[in-house]
């Protein structure tokens, strides 16, 4: 499994922190926005965080990566989580909103738990049946 | 056109709020039904008819931080509707949980909104939720012609208490709507069949700019049309030639669900039933059985025969057939036959099942079987080891549809899937002989069952049969052709799957104190042919279940088509024996000289030696067949220089 962290510091304390937190689970890499489709071939179901502080407009982000790869799970992090931005980055298409916490335990059961789950069905898409 | 509107269920415990929010949307258009407790909002969810639901957070008290009612509602109830948290308290965490998906495929709401906000936002995320999760074709022109939503709805769930009954008329047009949701018309044409669970219907359907398109539904129960759509991706195959008509799309509500087959080529206008090709078209209906048969059935069939590891045929025959031993009541059945018994007098039949052995008593002659019903419970090793097949399910008169070029297309597959191999040819055979059949008659009934039990597999002596017995046989015989290469030579197998259909009509029947003449004369039939087959079973078991031996005794004529009985078998006589034993049986008992019969039966007008030579080897003729073993009864005794006669009842000890 690979962890594709979107326009993330590759040399902060957070990102290594990230790294070792699901080094059980798999690789984390870094990209910017505009590269990721590249690291995807190798790993088509990998899951893409985005970092809330580094992105200027997450739920923008959130929806065109929903709108070129429906399929792919996408799990946004922050450091500063509020009701109104959260129900934002789940209506744009992501799958889970989750505190910057520096619990390894706490980070990584949030992911198993992730990993163990489908992507949802999104709007429009043929599984959905309201 | 009946309309549909959307139907939201506002839960909340403040009831001023819930009334102004409630009066608000309704200037929208929906229709806003208001529940206060979570209870009673669990209950309107799984019963009621509900597009969209709003959930309070804190249904139970405004003041509990801890209380999370309303997400735990939406977490519980209904996947199937969307559901819109509502709340005072928003925090991040109850979004979070709001949306997650963990143990299911949905989340448990699809949208989150502050009450803070307003009710303009509110309504915006009602508008998108209708949008995109509940996916009605609120425009949909619906023809209902005569089977209307009320009326399937109750088809498809019987008792419904009246005041749901609305509700689920609603669902079901709701189902239409999801199911043609990118039409703009249909016609709901004709039923062509309804189980207890399901129905079909053929539907055309209009998309503006498109041709008009004919598509089968089969509509009912949910779990049991979801059921039937994975059985029929598992393993309808995908040869045109095999009558599946291609799934075309699904759709589901809360408590029902459809599946559409695109008929593709097929005239839906103009295709029959195989029960009606039966009743008006006989050379059609031998047709349609053979293509049914060596085309359509071979192609579900292909290369996909496998022998059964554990099951054993009665296992299988029983579990096809809904006949689970564990849950019949025995002496409930008991007290249904011996109702039925009471009964037959006014068919002309005096029965009675005692000591395990069912006896029969016609006017003229009687018969003597082991009594049915313990069969139904006894283990079998007949038709051991069983091969399996791929097959469609159950065929039926309504399920099977023929159109004009004589192509065959299947429309139900709930029971898609293996099957012991002869299953596709005991099941319609079944049905014409256990519920095509009319006739009151229970003597020709009864030989007509006795034929199909016990004489030649494929060739029957239709005379002495009304038509209305003439025709089922013949319809019988094609599926015996059809059947034949796979049954032959040990057609035991064959019969007992027959045995088991009878069996499972007579337990499924209803009980009732008023049957018309033709529902008991039906019973009748089924009760007479699961004695015949179980004579035969008893036959291949130990001898301690040996049936206790027939049968009709004596000698039976039928005057007018000339068919002769001998102890119950019957016998194949030329036309002037036929007229000797007439002669004979005319004078039952008393003599009748040599030279009587010269002159009446062999109409003689001058005789000598050669002509008596002649009569005498006529009564040898006739005796080898009425008596055709050194231990049958002698019938005809020869009073040595003076004549013969013809003993009704001769002791049974053997011959001399």
């Known amino acids: 499994m690979r962890f594709i962290l979107l326009d993330g510091d590759e040399e902060s304390d957070w990102t290594k922190f990230l790294a070792d937190a699901l080094a059980p689970l798999g690789t984390l890499r870094v990209a910017r926005a505009g590269e990721w489709?590249?690291?995807?071939?190798?790993?088509?179901?990998?899951?893409?965080?985005?970092?809330?502080?580094?992105?200027?407009?997450?739920?923008?982000?959130?929806?065109?990566?929903?709108?070129?790869?429906?399929?792919?799970?996408?799990?946004?992090?922050?450091?500063?989580?509020?009701?109104?931005?959260?129900?934002?980055?789940?209506?744009?298409?992501?799958?889970?909103?989750?505190?910057?916490?520096?619990?390894?335990?706490?980070?990584?059961?949030?992911?198993?738990?992730?990993?163990?789950?489908?992507?949802?069905?999104?709007?429009?898409?043929?599984?959905?049946?309201g | 056109m009946l309309m549909s509107k959307p139907q939201i269920l506002l839960a909340d415990n403040s009831d001023s709020f819930s009334q102004t929010c409630a009066e608000y949307l309704q200037m929208f258009g929906y229709?806003?039904?208001?529940?206060?407790?979570?209870?009673?909002?669990?209950?309107?969810?799984?019963?009621?008819?509900?597009?969209?639901?709003?959930?309070?957070?804190?249904?139970?008290?405004?003041?509990?931080?801890?209380?999370?009612?309303?997400?735990?509602?939406?977490?519980?109830?209904?996947?199937?509707?969307?559901?819109?948290?509502?709340?005072?308290?928003?925090?991040?965490?109850?979004?979070?949980?709001?949306?997650?998906?963990?143990?299911?495929?949905?989340?448990?709401?699809?949208?989150?909104?502050?009450?803070?906000?307003?009710?303009?936002?509110?309504?915006d995320h009602v508008r998108s939720a209708f949008d995109q999760h509940v996916r009605i074709n609120w425009d949909l022109e619906i023809d209902w012609k005569t089977n209307d939503r009320f009326f399937l709805a109750?088809?498809?769930?019987?008792?419904?208490?009246?005041?749901?009954?609305?509700?689920?008329?609603g669902e079901m047009e709701d189902l239409f709507r999801r199911l043609f949701r990118s039409y703009d018309r249909i016609r709901i044409s004709e039923l062509l069949w309804r189980r207890s669970d399901r129905l079909a219907l053929k539907v055309f359907a209009i998309a503006k700019g498109k041709i008009s398109e004919s598509l089968l539904v089969v509509c009912g129960r949910r779990d049991q049309v979801k059921n039937e759509a994975r059985r029929y991706g598992d393993h309808a195959p995908r040869s045109p030639l095999s009558g599946a008509a291609a799934l075309h799309s699904t759709a589901e509500t809360t408590h029902f669900a459809a599946n559409a087959h695109a008929a593709g080529g097929f005239d839906l206008e103009n295709v029959r039933t195989l029960k009606d090709l039966y009743r008006s078209e006989t050379r059609a209906f031998n047709e349609a059985v053979k293509t049914l048969y060596d085309?359509?059935?071979?192609?579900?069939?292909?290369?996909?025969?496998?022998?059964?590891?554990?099951?054993?045929?009665?296992?299988?025959?029983?579990?096809?057939?809904?006949?689970?031993p564990a849950q019949i009541d025995r002496a409930g059945l008991n007290t249904k036959i011996q109702s039925l018994i009471r009964r037959l007098p006014i068919l002309g039949l005096r029965a009675e099942l005692r000591d395990g052995e069912l006896k029969l008593r016609?006017?003229?002659?009687?018969?003597?079987?082991?009594?049915?019903?313990?069969?139904?419970?006894?283990?079998?090793?007949?038709?051991?080891?069983?091969?399996?097949?791929?097959?469609?399910?159950?065929?039926?008169?309504?399920?099977?549809?023929?159109?004009?070029?004589?192509?065959?297309?299947?429309?139900?597959?709930?029971?898609?899937?293996?099957?012991?191999?002869?299953?596709?040819?005991?099941t319609l055979e079944a049905e014409i002989r256990f519920d095509w059949t009319e006739s009151s008659n229970l003597r020709q009934s009864h030989d007509q069952e006795q034929c199909l039990v016990e004489d030649n597999f494929t060739r029957f002596d239709l005379h002495g049969f009304d038509a209305s017995l003439q025709?089922?046989?013949?319809?019988?015989?094609?599926?015996?052709?059809?059947?034949?290469?796979?049954?032959?030579?040990?057609?035991?197998?064959?019969?007992?799957?027959?045995?088991?259909?009878?069996?499972?009509?007579?337990?499924?029947?209803?009980?009732?104190?008023?049957?018309?003449?033709?529902?008991?004369?039906?019973?009748?039939?089924?009760?007479?042919?699961?004695?015949?087959?179980?004579?035969l079973l008893s036959q291949s078991l130990s001898p301690s279940v040996k049936s206790p031996g027939p049968v009709e005794t004596g000698i039976r004529l039928d005057m007018e088509n000339f068919n002769v009985w001998v102890d119950g078998a019957k016998v194949r006589l030329t036309r002037q024996e036929f007229k000797l034993l007439a002669y004979l049986y005319a004078r039952a008992n008393q003599l009748c000289a040599t030279s009587e019969i010269m002159e009446q039966v062999l109409e003689y007008k001058h005789y000598d030696e050669r002509q008596e030579t002649n009569a005498h080897m006529a009564i040898s003729r006739l005796r080898r067949k009425i008596e055709p073993h050194p231990h049958s009864r002698c019938y005809i005794q020869n009073d040595?220089?003076?004549?013969?006669?013809?003993?009704?009842?001769?002791?049974?000890?053997?011959?001399?």
């Open chain 1, 37 to 129: 489709m590249r690291l995807e071939g190798d790993e088509p179901d990998g899951l893409i965080l985005i970092d809330a502080t580094a992105v200027e407009n997450v739920e923008e982000l959130v929806s065109s990566l929903r709108l070129e790869r429906p399929a792919r799970r996408i799990v946004v992090m922050t450091a500063s989580p509020t009701w109104r931005r959260a129900r934002a980055a789940f209506e744009a298409g992501a799958i889970d909103y989750l505190h910057k916490t520096l619990s390894w335990d706490e980070l990584r059961k949030a992911f198993e738990q992730i990993l163990d789950r489908p992507a949802p069905p999104w709007p429009g898409s043929d599984q959905n049946k």
């Open chain 2, 31 to 123: 229709l806003v039904r208001r529940v206060f407790t979570p209870e009673e909002c669990s209950e309107a969810l799984q019963k009621g008819l509900v597009h969209l639901a709003i959930l309070d957070l804190r249904m139970r008290d405004d003041k509990d931080e801890m209380d999370v009612s309303g997400l735990a509602l939406a977490k519980q109830c209904n996947p199937l509707i969307p559901k819109i948290i509502l709340t005072m308290f928003p925090t991040w965490q109850t979004v979070r949980e709001s949306h997650n998906t963990v143990g299911s495929e949905m989340a448990p709401a699809v949208s989150y909104v502050d009450k803070a906000e307003g009710l303009e936002v509110l309504l």
């Open chain 2, 154 to 169: 109750t088809a498809v769930e019987p008792g419904l208490a009246s005041e749901i009954v609305s509700d689920r008329a």
């Open chain 2, 295 to 324: 085309q359509t059935l071979a192609e579900w069939s292909a290369g996909k025969k496998e022998i059964e590891e554990s099951r054993s045929l009665d296992v299988l025959y029983r579990a096809g057939l809904g006949l689970d």
């Open chain 2, 362 to 426: 016609f006017n003229e002659s009687s018969f003597s079987y082991p009594d049915p019903t313990p069969f139904i419970f006894k283990a079998s090793s007949i038709g051991q080891p069983v091969v399996l097949i791929n097959a469609p399910g159950a065929l039926s008169g309504d399920n099977v549809l023929i159109d004009r070029d004589g192509r065959v297309l299947l429309t139900d597959f709930a029971g898609a899937g293996p099957a012991p191999s002869l299953w596709n040819y005991v």
């Open chain 2, 471 to 535: 025709k089922p046989m013949r319809a019988v015989q094609q599926v015996r052709l059809a059947v034949f290469n796979e049954a032959a030579p040990d057609f035991l197998p064959y019969h007992l799957g027959l045995f088991y259909h009878a069996a499972s009509r007579l337990v499924a029947a209803p009980f009732e104190q008023h049957l018309t003449n033709a529902e008991l004369a039906r019973m009748a039939r089924l009760l007479m042919s699961a004695a015949m087959i179980a004579r």
């Open chain 2, 640 to 656: 040595r220089g003076m004549g013969y006669r013809l003993i009704l009842d001769p002791p049974t000890s053997p011959k001399q």
